[in-house]
């Protein structure tokens, strides 16, 4: 089976602070994605990745950036976490273009104070 | 407009009732048409996905699409407790456009 991994299910940070979110697959995926997800709003693409060190702005990228040096590991990056960033994210990977069949990780739930 | 429109619910059915999960999209060039199935504390996984119009059936669940009135459906027979979720249809041309969802309550 697929197994997408985020390092952390839950943290709490302080407005200011740099925050990393790890994301690892095992399946070679090519496509990697970050999404977050806001009660009302559904999910929402941050930032994707469809290479190696390669790496697409999503629908709101503001106030992310990503990192992808290997092919099973894509990071998202908070530069200065705000109160507004206060979410769940979900990482997601495929291995086919186009056709929507995504494999999600169990999510991080942040919380910034 | 959003592209794909859910009805949020929640939608609360009693066991062996069939439900019927519904969404709407406006892009005209979407073909692939899914659903996600998301257990609480959980992330989404995919439970079916058509491509154009048409039926397809997996055990007790029925996806449906139909592109003259852009309207996408999920059909549960039989439901049973486990399949208390948020269901969440999804569609894409070049990237993956998420309904906000549905939240399913079947008790017993």
């Known amino acids: 089976d697929v197994k997408v991994t985020q390092s952390s299910r839950y943290l709490v940070k302080r407005t200011g602070e740099k925050v990393f979110l790890e994301c690892v697959q095992d399946?070679?995926?090519?496509?990697m994605f970050w999404y977050r997800q806001d009660p009302g709003l559904g999910l929402r693409l941050i930032y994707f990745?469809?290479?190696?060190?390669?790496?697409e702005k999503g629908d709101i990228p503001e106030g992310y950036s990503v990192s992808r040096e290997k092919k099973e590991r894509f990071s998202l990056i908070l530069e200065s976490a705000s109160t507004n960033q206060t979410s769940m994210y979900l990482c997601?990977?495929?291995?086919?273009?186009?056709?929507?069949?995504?494999?999600f990780g169990e999510g991080s739930r942040l919380t910034v104070l | 407009q959003k592209e794909v429109e859910q009805d949020p619910g929640p939608l609360s059915v009693p066991e062996g009732a069939i439900v019927s999960l519904n969404c709407t999209y406006s892009?005209?060039?979407?073909?692939?048409f899914m659903w996600y199935r998301q257990y609480s504390r959980k992330g989404p996984e995919l439970l079916m996905y058509?491509?154009?119009?048409g039926n397809k059936e997996d055990g007790r669940f029925t996806a449906q699409v139909d592109k003259s009135s852009k309207y996408i459906s999920l059909f549960i027979r039989d439901s049973q407790p486990s399949d208390s979720a948020t269901y969440l249809c999804?569609?894409?041309?070049?990237?993956?456009?998420f309904g906000t969802g549905t939240r399913l309550q079947v008790f017993p």
């Open positions: 999804a569609s894409n041309t070049d990237k993956l456009i």
């Open positions: 892009n005209s060039a979407f073909q692939y």
């Open positions: 997601a990977s495929s291995g086919l273009t186009g056709t929507g069949e995504l494999f």
């Open positions: 058509t491509y154009s119009s």
């Open positions: 399946m070679d995926h090519e496509n």
């Open positions: 990745s469809y290479d190696v060190k390669m790496k």
